[in-house]
């Protein structure tokens, strides 16, 4: 079956420093891979897609890595801030729309 | 800077009850979704909707659920008959029809259903 397995469930990081979270994938070959970010009661907010032919995205502060043979996704923020605080999320596209993993639950310490 | 809409923000039930969860897309996007988040889990996808009809679904969207838009601007889910478990927060989200434009989906700040 098609699973997304994100690391840990919190991960603690000192302010200004890099934070590196990791979404792997089972039984998919997405020809895209999105992260999002959702902060307690609300929506999730998209931050980034990368195309499976495309290594590295980048965006301000946030860089995304995408490795088709690892079946692996690697989301870093650098220079974290404890406004980087939230909940995020990888998302497929699967047999059934969109699908979410369980998503990484980031606390930038001050 | 445009935003999905959603009503109520808070809708509470008795079991068996019908209920319909409202949401106002943004209006020049085409894709429109229903998802679900039980307290403490993922999001998951009930629904897609695009042309006026349902594109996609999952197994979770069953029969006592439906999708409808009504009028050109909003986009409904309705629960036939609520259960215990259908309790979760609700997001509607929606998308543009631009190559990558279309798979960015822009979410709303979500419909807590209890249902009692």
């Known amino acids: 079956s098609q699973k997304i397995e994100q690391n840990s469930e919190a991960l603690n990081i000192q302010e200004g420093k890099t934070a590196t979270l990791t979404c792997n994938y089972t039984?998919?070959?997405?020809?895209?891979l999105q992260w999002y970010r959702q902060d307690p009661g609300r929506g999730p907010v998209f931050l980034l897609l990368?195309?499976?032919?495309?290594k590295e995205k980048r965006k301000e502060r946030l860089k995304v890595t995408f490795d088709t043979t690892l079946k692996q996704s690697l989301f870093h923020i650098t220079a974290s801030q404890p406004a980087d605080s939230a909940t995020y999320l990888c998302?497929?596209?699967?047999?059934?729309?969109?699908?979410f993993g369980k998503g990484t639950h980031l606390i930038i310490q001050p | 800077e445009p935003e999905v809409t959603q009503t109520p923000s808070h809708q509470v039930t008795q079991m068996g009850q019908e209920v319909i969860l409202r949401c106002v897309p943004i209006?020049?996007?085409?894709?429109f979704y229903w998802y679900r988040q039980i307290l403490g889990q993922k999001v998951e996808f009930l629904v897609s909707?695009?042309?006026?009809?349902?594109?996609?679904k999952s197994e979770i969207f069953d029969d006592q659920f439906s999708v409808e838009r009504p009028d050109g601007s909003n986009f409904t889910l309705k629960i036939r008959s609520t259960k215990l478990e259908d309790s979760a927060m609700y997001f509607c989200?929606?998308?543009?029809?631009?190559?990558?434009?279309?798979?960015?989906?822009?979410f709303g700040p979500g419909t807590r259903l209890t249902v009692l």
């Open positions: 989200a929606s998308s543009a029809k631009t190559g990558t434009g279309r798979n960015e989906q822009f």
């Open positions: 039984n998919y070959s997405p020809a895209y």
């Open positions: 990368i195309r499976e032919n495309e």
């Open positions: 998302a497929l596209r699967g047999a059934d729309g969109l699908t």
């Open positions: 209006s020049n996007h085409l894709y």
């Open positions: 909707f695009y042309n006026n009809e349902i594109s996609e």
